[in-house]
C-alpha cells in the first residue's frame, strides 16, 4: 500500500524557515517524480514544486520560486520542501503527492495527509 | 501560464441525477486533463486521467471527455457520497489547478 506521511509543520513568524519533510512507503520511491501541492484555509489547490525521480531537475511555482527548495533522498525513500523567507500568504495545508510513473510530472496519483503550516507573528 | 475556469462554482443536484461539470483552459492542453475529488477534510483523489481514462477503484459512474481548451466530468446517477470539491488540474504546461466546483445537495 502507498503511504505518504508528511511532517515538520507548525506556527512560524513572517520571515523564517521551516522545512517539511515526506516519508514514503509501499513502492520504489527512487522510481517516481514527486511534488508539493498546498491548499490555503478554505481555498483551492496550488501546485508548490515537483521533482524528477532522480533529483536533478526541479521545478516551482511562480508565487515560491527561490523561497522554496524542494529535494529528495532515495536512500531514505524521503521528499523534502525546505521553505524561506517565509509570507503569512503560504499559510496552508502543504500535501506530498506521487506523480504518475512516467518521465514527466503529469498529474498526482498519490496523495499524503497532509501537514498545516501557519505563518504569523 | 495556463489558466482552468471551472462552472459553476457550485452545483446543487438531486441524488439519483445526471451531472456534468466543466473546465475549460486558456490555452490547448490536449488531454494533459485530470479530476481529482475532495471530500470535507481530506486529501484529493484522483478520479480520472487524461481526460478520459479511468482509475482503478472509482465507481464507474464517473466519466470524463474533451480535448484542447474544454472539458466535462459526467456522474451518471449522484449519490450522495459524491458531495465534494471537483477540481481539474492540467499537466501539459507545468501543473495548474482549477478553482474548483462544490457539489451539494438541493
Known amino acids: 500500500e502507498v503511504q505518504l506521511v508528511e511532517s515538520g509543520g507548525g506556527l512560524v513568524q513572517p520571515g523564517r524557515s521551516l522545512k517539511l519533510s515526506c516519508a514514503a512507503s509501499g513502492f520504489t520511491f527512487s522510481d517516481y517524480n514527486m511534488a508539493w501541492v498546498r491548499q490555503a484555509p478554505t481555498k483551492g489547490l496550488e501546485w508548490v514544486a515537483s521533482i524528477s525521480y532522480g533529483g536533478s531537475n526541479t521545478h516551482y511555482g511562480d508565487s515560491v520560486k527561490g523561497r522554496f527548495t524542494i529535494s529528495r533522498d532515495n536512500a531514505k525513500s524521503t521528499l523534502y520542501l525546505q521553505m524561506d523567507s517565509l509570507r503569512s500568504e503560504d499559510t496552508a495545508t502543504y500535501y506530498c503527492?506521487?506523480?504518475?510513473?512516467?518521465?514527466?510530472?503529469?498529474?498526482?496519483?498519490?496523495w499524503g495527509q497532509g501537514v498545516m503550516v501557519t505563518v504569523s507573528s | 501560464d495556463v489558466v482552468l475556469t471551472q462552472s459553476p462554482a457550485t452545483l446543487s443536484v438531486t441524488p439519483g441525477e445526471r451531472i456534468s461539470l466543466s473546465c475549460r483552459a486558456s490555452?490547448?492542453?490536449?488531454?494533459?486533463l485530470h479530476w481529482y475529488q475532495q471530500k470535507p477534510n481530506e486529501s484529493p483523489r484522483l478520479l480520472i486521467k487524461?481526460?478520459?481514462q479511468s482509475i482503478s477503484g472509482i465507481p464507474s459512474r464517473f466519466s470524463g471527455s474533451g480535448s484542447g481548451t474544454d472539458f466535462t466530468l459526467s456522474i451518471n446517477g449522484v449519490e450522495l457520497e459524491d458531495l465534494s470539491i471537483y477540481y481539474c488540474?492540467?499537466?501539459?504546461?507545468?501543473?495548474?489547478f482549477g478553482s474548483g466546483t462544490k457539489l451539494e445537495i438541493k
Open positions: 503527492a506521487r506523480c504518475n510513473w512516467e518521465l514527466v510530472c503529469y498529474y498526482f496519483d498519490y
Open positions: 487524461y481526460a478520459s
Open positions: 490555452e490547448s492542453v490536449d488531454t494533459y
Open positions: 488540474q492540467q499537466g501539459n504546461s507545468l501543473l495548474t
